[in-house]
């Protein structure tokens, strides 16, 4: 079955890095888009980052263009979010998706001193 394993959350100072991780499986992983959304506290599911099957097309929130940069490695059925110069406004559940549709479970993001 589709499986969509997010890794990599936890807290961090303003400033700071995070790199998250989702571990795919169950699906031809290179044939399909894949996103990062997240939930802030008191706010709707909101679109992040998103890169084509290819690779080579990515796309970013105007919050987090020039600090987030997500990437995927087809060879290891993997996504990635590499998040620099946090802010606390980045806090929240972030979440795979793959373009099936399928979401993963989330990993929490608090970014606070």
């Known amino acids: 079955q589709v499986q969509l394993v997010e890794s990599g959350g936890g807290l961090v100072q303003p400033g700071g890095s995070l790199r998250l991780s989702c571990a795919a499986s169950?699906?031809?992983?290179?044939?399909?888009?894949m996103s990062w959304y997240r939930r802030s506290p008191g706010k709707e599911r909101e679109p992040v980052a998103s890169?084509?099957?290819?690779?080579?097309?990515?796309s970013y929130a105007d919050s987090v263009k020039g600090r987030f940069t997500i990437s995927r490695d087809n060879a290891k059925n993997t996504v990635y979010l590499q998040m620099n110069s946090l802010k606390p406004e980045d806090t929240g559940v972030y979440y795979c998706?793959?373009?099936?549709?399928?979401w993963g479970q989330g990993t929490q993001v608090t970014v606070s001193s």
């Open positions: 890169i084509r099957s290819s690779g080579r097309t990515t």
């Open positions: 998706y793959a373009d099936i549709p399928y």
């Open positions: 169950g699906f031809t992983f290179s044939s399909y888009a």
